[in-house]
């Protein structure tokens, strides 16, 4: 049986990369398969959250995926802190994982930065809680963006050595799903840097809370190469900005990047910004407005989410009980 786990860390705003790379894949998976999809903010205090700015932005990023068509009754929907076994099954994890298996680890390196010293445990062990995440639910595929691929992997390979060591088959192995034409959306401003919400400067993405003026700006201000676009995505090849502006364009039309050029190929950038920014607003407008009207309620968000938290422990609990007899520990009677 197929079964969806995925996660979103409830940290600053949503933006383009989390909108095409994971959030849209999954309003689009959640008719097909059983979904359950997380807001995981023990995963965001691995750096340090303000505590009033988390418990807003964990409400804005429930928010931004309900109005992005996640329907909370259809799926679990639930955050990460209100179910205990997280964390649990994260220590057990962490006893199975090996230290040369997460010092394999590029995105702890590159969070981590050359003062590795001063990061957190918790960043280090980072891998071992989403692999907790995903495996407490059985889950069998995860959509996300290209940058949690080598987070997958470790969950697999965390999976295989619990089963093998304890003889049982506890945990399925999970497989990525890493879908669309914009897996790994760049910044709007360096072609060679993912979009993300620790990037400094704003203009660098298109946030789902951008209005349409906001929106056309940082399209209008998008680093670009003098050519006009090519007919054919080879052309793209060695155009890192093009690629992506292209990429976007696809996603958000559901189309490929190949039917794009088909389309725009010989157009200079001032035109092809501006059938980007048309396209953006109509499919983030609509988001936008949505999501400011679930804002005015933050008590029916709380409540969406905890209804959400209990069906999610109904699910963790039966796996825990399972890992703990496997693991020798006494389930109590
Ligand atoms: P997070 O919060 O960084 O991002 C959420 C999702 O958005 C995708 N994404 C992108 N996709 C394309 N282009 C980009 N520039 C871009 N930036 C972000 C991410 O790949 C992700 O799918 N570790 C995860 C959260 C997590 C999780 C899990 C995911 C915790 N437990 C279990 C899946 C399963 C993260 O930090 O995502």
């Known amino acids: 049986q197929n079964r969806i786990f995925s996660g979103v860390q409830p940290t600053g705003n949503l933006h383009l990369g989390n909108y095409l790379g994971a959030i849209r894949n999954w309003e689009r998976l959640q008719n097909d398969y059983e979904c359950i999809f997380c807001l ?14 988390l418990l807003r932005n964990t409400r ?8 992005a068509g996640i329907d909370p009754k259809a799926n679990v929907l639930f955050i990460q802190s209100q179910v205990a076994e997280h964390a649990e099954l994260a220590w057990v ?7 040369g298996w997460m010092n394999r680890m590029t995105q702890f390196k590159e969070k981590a930065g050359k003062n590795r010293e001063n990061a957190s445990v918790g960043l280090y062990a980072y891998p071992t809680l989403m692999a907790a995440d995903i495996l407490l639910y059985k889950a069998t595929h995860v959509p996300v963006g290209e940058d949690q691929k080598q987070h997958l992997e470790l969950a697999r390979d965390v999976a295989t050595k619990f089963n093998n060591d304890t003889g049982r088959e506890v945990f399925p192995l999970p ?13 709007l401003r360096d072609g060679a840097r993912k979009m993300s919400k620790s990037e400094p400067s704003d203009f660098s993405r298109i946030n789902m809370t951008d209005d349409a003026d906001t929106i056309a700006q940082k399209i209008r201000k998008a680093k670009t190469d003098p050519e006009p676009l090519p007919d054919s995505v080879d052309g793209l090849e060695g155009r890192p900005e093009a690629a992506n502006l292209v990429g976007i364009y696809a996603a958000l039309s559901d189309t490929t990047r190949a039917a794009v050029l088909a389309e725009h190929g010989g157009q200079t950038f001032a035109s092809f910004k501006q059938a980007l920014t048309d396209l953006s607003v109509s ?16 008590a029916e968000i709380d409540a969406t989410l905890a209804k959400g938290a209990e069906r999610a422990r109904a699910l963790a609990a039966p796996t825990m009980a399972e890992v703990k007899s496997a693991l020798g520990f006494l389930n109590p009677t």
Do not use: K, Y
Not at 93 to 99: G, L, P, Y
């Open 283 to 298: 499919v983030l407008g609509p988001i936008n407005a949505r999501m400011a009207e679930l804002m005015a309620d933050p």
């Open 93 to 99: 994890f962490n006893c199975v994982a090996r230290i």
């Open 60 to 67: 804005e990023v429930a928010a931004g995926l309900i109005a």
């Open 40 to 53: 995981v903010d023990l995963h965001a205090i691995t750096v340090w959250q303000d505590p009033a700015e």
């Open 175 to 187: 497989e990525p799903l890493i879908l669309g034409e914009a897996t790994r959306v760049m910044s």
